[in-house]
């Protein structure tokens, strides 16, 4: 009789062990326990050995981490009734826990399709020039409206970035064209102002050499010296009229 009553003894110390053991999880210290008792939560549980009693209570892991959405390209109308398609990335955290557990049923996919309603709707707000102008301000506006929206949950968004703004076609080829044309327009500044200060530069060295005697024959003999030096040259020098009358004249 003895025996029979310390085996079941033992047994039930190994059923109890067992039950207990089962009971026992880790939290990682990038995660938060949510923990409910019959349904009901029932605290939060911190990093490290944490105990559970089996079947009456039970428990959700939270990853607090930053994690990264890449919301996908949307379909949106500019104010000034441009089409485009944006997409942006977006990067939040986990702040509360127990609400990202009760508050909402999947933070991940609430966060994302708000994002794009709310990037469709920013987007809508702004012109075409200042969507390709002010991308960090715009990116900013919807941060806040996101961040704003998903307080309630636990949420915490920690930037959004737009990433691509795609134009249709015929706009991309107007926009190409508009820009050759600024850079047609600045080279045609350039290269006047070039030949004004070149005509100025040539007005100073003809005025410096027509105030010094024989500076002008000089000049004249160090060019024809330039050409010289190359035998491919072909240099033809023009006689002043005065000297073949003086010539003739002296013929007769």
Do not use: C
């Amino acid at each position: 009789m003895k025996d029979m009553v310390f085996g079941f003894f033992v047994d039930a110390l190994i059923v109890v062990l067992i039950y207990l053991l089962s009971g026992l999880k880790v939290v990682k210290e990038y995660e938060r326990g949510v923990k409910f008792t019959l349904g009901k939560f029932a605290g939060t549980m911190q990093p490290g050995l944490r105990m559970i009693l089996p079947i009456i209570q039970a428990w959700q892991r939270v990853d607090i981490r930053v994690k990264v959405i890449d919301v996908p390209d949307q379909d949106a109308i500019t104010r000034d009734n441009v089409s485009i398609k944006v997409n942006a990335v977006l990067y939040f955290r986990v702040s509360d826990a127990q609400l990202a557990i009760l508050k909402v049923e999947a933070f991940n996919y609430a966060v994302s399709q708000l994002a794009q309603t709310t990037m469709r709707d920013v987007v809508g707000e702004v012109s075409l020039d200042e969507l390709l102008s002010k991308r960090d301000s715009i990116s900013k506006r919807i941060r806040e409206i996101v961040d704003k929206a998903t307080d309630p949950w636990g949420i915490k968004v920690e930037s959004v970035e737009l990433k691509h703004v795609e134009l249709p076609e015929q706009l991309k080829r107007t926009i190409g064209k508009e820009a050759e044309a600024e850079r047609e327009r600045r080279a045609v500044i350039i290269k006047a102002q070039g030949e004004v200060a070149s005509a100025n530069n040539m007005a100073k060295a003809a005025s410096t050499l027509a105030k010094a005697p024989g500076a002008l024959h000089l000049r004249t003999l160090q060019t024809l010296n330039d050409l010289s030096s190359d035998q491919s040259n072909t240099v033809i020098i023009g006689i002043p009229l005065e000297m073949l009358r003086a010539y003739e004249g002296k013929k007769k």
